[in-house]
């Protein structure tokens, strides 16, 4: 499974974009880059998924070097709620469809007012 | 639609005991995986059922810790004797057919 390495904390003010890179140097050919954020006492929650070039949903962007051995979550206008921890997960599906991932000391995400 | 459910969100129990934690995945989700974090660590992969299989086991630390999801259902996690090291967050997660991973709330763990 391909190790992530992420900044270990962030902070950033309310109202702005923050860009979180992961790097993942030995990602294999068949991996998807899937981004995960958990608050205090619950589990992680998906965020944004991608394999390559650029995948936007209704709360982040995910951009994917051509050689996708690192990737960037965006996050739009921050705010209080959006303190967290962001962690980069990479991995194939399998035949049955099942997909067995490897988690990193993730990104911890202090929005300041 | 319901999420993933653990039970319980936590327990306390002495050195030597038995716990049991439960998960509940998203209905038709064939896939139950299991995830621990202890204090200051990463978040650990300890297994990973297809229904009622065990498809990947690797991830268990040693053989106080026995997992079963009869039916194909609820999954069990049960510790016994549980020791001080056992002492952390349990997380489930469930996954339909090359869907996300959808993950529990948890349960924390404390062993004295």
């Known amino acids: 499974l391909a190790k992530t390495t992420q900044p270990i904390s962030m902070d950033s003010y309310e109202g702005q974009e923050v860009n979180i890179t992961c790097s993942h140097n030995n990602i294999a050919t068949n991996d998807y880059i899937t981004w995960y954020q958990q608050f205090p006492s619950q589990g992680p929650r998906f965020i944004i998924q991608?394999?390559?070039t650029k995948v936007t949903n209704e709360v982040a962007s995910l951009f994917i070097p051509a050689d996708r051995k690192s990737s960037t979550l965006s996050l739009p206008r921050v705010s209080l709620s959006d303190t967290a921890v962001y962690y980069c997960?990479?991995?194939?599906?399998?035949?049955?469809?099942?997909?067995?991932?490897?988690f990193g000391t993730g990104t911890k995400l202090q929005v300041i007012p | 639609e319901a999420g993933v459910t653990q039970f319980p969100s936590h327990s306390v129990i002495e050195k030597g005991q038995t716990v049991t934690l439960r998960c509940d995945p998203i209905?038709?989700?064939?896939?139950l995986y299991w995830y621990r974090r202890v204090m200051g660590k990463e978040i650990k992969f300890l297994l990973h059922f297809v229904k009622e299989s065990k498809q990947d086991e690797s991830g268990m630390p040693n053989n106080r810790f026995l997992a079963e999801r009869t039916g194909g259902t609820y999954s069990t996690l049960k510790v016994q004797p549980a020791e001080l090291e056992d002492s952390g967050v349990y997380f489930c997660a469930s996954q339909g057919i090359n869907e996300k991973l959808f993950f529990g709330s948890g349960t924390q763990l404390s062993v004295l």
């Open positions: 991608g394999y390559k």
């Open positions: 997960l990479v991995g194939d599906y399998h035949s049955g469809g099942y997909q067995k991932v490897t």
């Open positions: 209905s038709g989700h064939d896939n």
